[in-house]
């Protein structure tokens, strides 16, 4: 077993946990409504590990919407269908050291990284474009929806259609961000805005809940093989290159920060969910809705920290 004593590792995560709840700082997101009136008050853990032992506390089946959290998913699902190289023509891999929604390229004229917006609006043009050639929207939906299912071994994976709805009737800054791209050619060949924010918005708002994320998390710890079903749903060098960006990307812009303290790979959304790899140990899979300024859950930011007292997870800490 990869954690021998598990009983002794929840005991230790229970005690986490439950220190988590005296972190009441931050706000709920507000820019939509569905977002503003999810209670700032579930609190959700789940881990699981790459030997699929499983363990959740709280709120860990309550449903909420993936946001950015999905962004390693369509660069993963565009990775193993068109393959590192061609992907990486249309984006970057450098931190853009600026919030996930700046109007922002890189000096190619290039999204700096997938794990923002700009990036991850290019993802969903390389689906469209490339590798779903006329499929309807929502069938290019629905092949996402079946990787994030695979990665997450069946745990539920559903859509909400209200926060789709907001997100579309509201993303004035996507759509600046759609068309400056454009306007740099930075898309594939026959691409619409509409098409190709449509495609971002639905899967910024596909849901799932804590179960969901950390088996998610524990299929990449363990190379792109789900630990409870032991089918390969992503290659092993596409599962690099993920966990690659998301510790120099994933949690906005305190990447930098936390890849510092913490050097896991992760990532955060604007919902509160979080997902957290240790490679080749276990996926966790967190949400608690209120932000920090950054736009990271507070308290998931804490647990990480906690968890990094009580165990040696950074990469660089047993050299
Ligand atoms: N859906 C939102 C947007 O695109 C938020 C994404 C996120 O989680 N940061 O702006």
Redesign the pocket.
Known sequence: LVIPDFRSFCSHLDQIFEECTDITSGNV?S?IPELSKVSPNFWGMSVCTVDGQRYSKGDSTEPFTL???SKPLTYGLALQQLGSEKVHQFVGQEPSGEV??ALILDKHDMPHNPMI?PG?IIMCGLLKSLVYENHAIDDILAEIMKTVKNLAANEYVGFSNEVYES?KAT?F??CAIAYLMMEKKCFPPSITVDDVLTL??KS?SILGNCETLSVIAATLANGGVCPLTNKMVLRQDVVQNMLSLMQSCGM?DYSGHFAFQIGLPAK????GGMMLVVPSVMGIGLWSPPLDRL?NSCRCLYFCERLLDFYCMHPYARL
């Open positions: 997101a820019y946001q950015s959290c996930f929604n917006n991850a997100e993303g800054r996507n971002y918005y910024c906005y955060s959304g604007v919902s736009g």
